[in-house]
């Protein structure tokens, strides 16, 4: 069992940058890929970023990549997502999810409650 809880996410104007984190609990943190996915006021939840257990292998939506930068720290069961040169469309809800590496919601067995982010154009 793995327990999720972000932070960090706030209102910020379009062209900055917000970094947001995902505490998890239990000691089987660094078994699972982790990822953030983001769903957007009558938008499907989707997929923006992924990493592997041991950080060799990461995975970003098109719509992030080259803006967003996932990482983890291991040792102390937390993913962050850095998210610079924001934009309006980056606008929702943000959720941090752990499983096996895909860009599909199904893949991951454990989710937080979720932090806004809201990008003010």
């Known amino acids: 069992q793995v327990q999720l809880v972000e932070s960090g996410g706030g209102l910020v104007q379009a062209g900055g940058s917000l970094r947001l984190s995902c505490a998890a609990s239990?000691?089987?943190?660094?078994?699972?890929?982790m990822a953030w996915f983001r769903q957007a006021p009558g938008k499907e939840r989707e997929f923006a970023a992924a990493?592997?257990?041991?950080?060799?292998?990461?995975a970003y939506a098109d719509s992030v990549k080259g803006r967003f930068t996932i990482s983890r720290d291991n040792a102390k069961n937390t993913v962050y997502l850095q998210m610079n040169s924001l934009k309006a469309e980056d606008t929702a809800v943000y959720y941090c999810?752990?499983?096996?590496?895909?860009?599909?919601?199904?893949?991951?067995?454990?989710w937080g409650q979720g932090t806004q982010v809201t990008v003010s154009s």
């Open positions: 999810a752990a499983g096996r590496m895909g860009a599909g919601p199904s893949l991951y067995d454990y």
């Open positions: 239990g000691r089987t943190f660094s078994t699972y890929t």
């Open positions: 990493i592997s257990r041991s950080s060799s292998t990461t």
